[in-house]
């Protein structure tokens, strides 16, 4: 069976290219941590480096954003024009990446169908979001990418392989590959290499993502960049609104390059992200909830920790409003605070919750990590999960830029 996953037309950089300053964290990190970019920009230097051709999210709204992104443009054409890439046509990348906690990652880089793909809730297409997808996200996302000669993809896509029948069995294939790269990455990233897949690999992957996609009803989960594949989705979308009579189905723009990583690899640990309430009356938040959720002490069922004060209380939910607490607490929120007021705030960390929770007039909610294992079958049950359900690993090991492919005509 044919899936959404593809060999794509792979660029790298040059064998000459320091690769260390070539690759930096995606740009939706360290979003409040300027110190990290400045560091960064120093490691760089005047290197050929990817931060020259993403914004971080950390530059977005401020006066020069219009510039940064016409310089990102510019210097995609004089990286291209520099031969600063080579070429690797018809391939995927097999990587191994050692994560800044010493477990080993591994995932497959290729390019995705975007009409296999709908972010939207209720989609029942091969490639769908985990997280609702706010939209308000992609219009700067897509000023860059409208006329961008290249794309760089920091995009992670789960598959739920427990048998492990895709991507681990490459790792006993090392010593056939090429070898495409071996480096540290900087800023505490760990390591990561990546192996060339030519026919006789391809062909193995897709043999063993098509048995896979005839055993589930959903193959590709998103796990990291769900607002960048959206964008890349609205890019290609436009173009073909505004191009009517265009044959785009061998259009670079049709695809997105991304990485498939197994749910089930060790490396991936999900965290739970919790929830504080502020701007509001604790006894009457509680009282509502336990109307619209059915809340007790006891019982089996969904869990949700409340913290008041210095005060902490464990509660069931008997009236779930999903199938995840998560997604029953959020929807109870979100439809509170649109009535009564109040401000909510997504943290990581039990003790700062508490901290946060002493304030007057709050309410802190501690969640249970997600198990990984209920991930597809919630997405498949309720759609799109609500935002902020998980966390995916530390911001130093999620991906970095590396590959890069075209998607446009030059």
């Known amino acids: 069976m044919l899936t959404a996953f593809h060999p794509a037309d792979i660029l790298l950089p040059a064998e000459n290219i320091d690769m260390t300053k070539w690759a930096v964290v995606a740009c939706d990190q360290f979003t409040g941590e300027p110190g990290y970019w400045e560091k960064t920009e120093r490691i760089v230097g005047a290197s050929p480096s990817t931060l020259r051709l993403v914004l971080p999210e950390i530059c977005l709204g401020k006066p020069d954003t219009d510039a940064r992104i016409s310089r990102i443009n510019e210097n995609i054409e004089s990286y291209l024009a520099a031969g600063i890439f080579r070429e690797f046509e018809n ?19 290729g390019a995705v169908d975007l009409e296999q793909y709908d972010y939207h809730a209720g989609s029942s297409s091969q490639i769908r979001a985990t997280e609702a997808t706010v939209a308000e996200r992609i219009p700067p996302r897509l000023r860059i990418r409208e006329n961008a000669a290249l794309e760089l993809p920091h995009i992670m896509i789960l598959i739920d392989d427990p048998e492990k029948t895709v991507i681990e069995p490459l790792s006993h294939k090392i010593p056939e590959l090429r070898k495409l790269y071996d480096f540290n990455l900087m800023q505490g990233g760990g390591s990561i290499s990546g192996y060339l897949l030519e026919d006789e690999e391809i ?123 998560v997604g029953s607490l959020q929807t109870f929120l979100d ?29 802190g909610f501690i969640l249970d990590p997600m198990d990984k294992s209920d991930l597809f079958p919630a997405v498949i049950h309720d759609g799109a999960l609500p935002r902020k359900t998980f966390s995916m690993g530390h911001a130093e090991d999620k991906r970095y830029y590396l590959e890069a492919r075209l998607i446009r005509k030059l």
Do not use: W
């Open 203 to 325: 062909s193995a992957v897709d043999s063993a993502l098509g048995s896979l996609s005839e055993k589930s009803d959903l193959l590709f989960a998103m796990g990291d960049g769900n607002h960048s594949l959206a964008t890349a989705k609205e890019h290609y979308e436009r173009l073909k609104r505004e191009n009517p009579g265009v044959d785009f189905s061998n259009h670079p723009a049709r695809y997105a390059l991304c990485e498939i990583v197994n749910l089930h690899s060790p490396a991936l640990q999900f965290e739970a992200i919790h929830r504080i309430v502020t701007g509001v009356d604790p006894g009457h938040l509680l009282e509502k909830m336990n109307e619209a959720l059915g809340t007790s002490e006891t019982g089996d069922g969904q869990k949700v920790t409340v913290v008041t004060g210095g005060s902490e209380q464990t509660l069931t939910i008997h009236n779930p409003l999903s199938k995840l607490a």
């Open 335 to 363: 439809e509170y605070l649109s009535e009564f007021g109040g401000e909510i705030d997504y943290i990581h960390g039990e003790e700062v919750l508490k901290t946060l929770a002493k304030s007057e007039n709050s309410v």
């Open 91 to 109: 391939s995927m990348v097999y990587v191994r990446r050692v994560q800044s906690d010493g477990r080993l990652r591994e995932g497959i880089v």
